[in-house]
């Protein structure tokens, strides 16, 4: 069983900046795509960013230009750089890693970002 251990949470002003991490139990080249979700309440959760296995990327027109995502091979580990925060960046950022046959989730973490 994957597990995705997520930490980087928190709250920050607007305007500030998180970095978020992801780091799987098993290596990243066996997925897809590694990415970050989000999920405020009383809403569907929605992708932010994606990294795939060849290195491409993909962000929600919401968050381009301010954040960033980005991986670490040898620690199996992917980041989300939020820089210029917004009150309506406000989530739980849930870290996922797709396969052929599953997607793995984690446990979430809460960013809040105050006006």
């Known amino acids: 069983q994957v597990q995705l251990v997520e930490s980087g949470g928190g709250l920050v002003q607007a305007g500030g900046s998180l970095r978020l991490s992801c780091t799987a139990s098993e290596i990243f080249f066996r997925f897809n795509f590694m990415g970050w979700y989000r999920q405020a309440p009383g809403k569907q959760r929605d992708l932010v960013a994606l990294i795939r296995t060849g290195g491409t990327t993909n962000y929600a027109d919401s968050v381009k230009g301010r954040f960033t995502i980005s991986r670490d091979n040898a620690k199996n580990t992917v980041y989300l750089q939020m820089n210029s925060l917004k009150p309506e960046d406000t989530a739980v950022y849930y870290c996922?890693?797709?396969?052929?046959?599953?997607?793995?989730w984690g446990q979430g973490t809460q960013v809040t970002v105050s006006s």
């Open positions: 996922n890693a797709n396969s052929d046959l599953h997607d793995y």
